[in-house]
């Protein structure tokens, strides 16, 4: 979990995103576990580990952490995040062996890195 929304932005763009979100009175809450979300017909509150919140709008941002633990073991290269690292053909470390999807990383435009 982090302080700021979305681990794609750096710490400048996220501050950015927080400050505009203030501006037009929308709150932003980071770590925190959602528990319930209460309403009829339409979300009314969500309920976190931290307390209950009303709302008109919600948004859930929770992440994606690569389901790659069976491959403890093998030589198949991994991240620090868990992610299998591929090359630009999709190509793992070990000949004839691919990773595509949430498992694994990805040339990230923006940050010019392999990413995940």
Known sequence: RNDH?????DADMAEYIHKEADKHHIEILTNENVKAFKGNERVEAIETDKGTY???L????????PNTDFLEGTNIRTNHKGA??????MQTNVQ???AAGDCATHYHVIKEIHDH
């Open 96 to 98: 004839d062996v691919y």
């Open 58 to 65: 919600v948004l859930v941002s929770v992440g994606v952490k």
């Open 5 to 9: 929304i979305g681990t794609i932005y």
């Open 54 to 56: 009303k709302a008109d």
């Open 84 to 89: 299998i690292e591929v090359n630009a053909y």
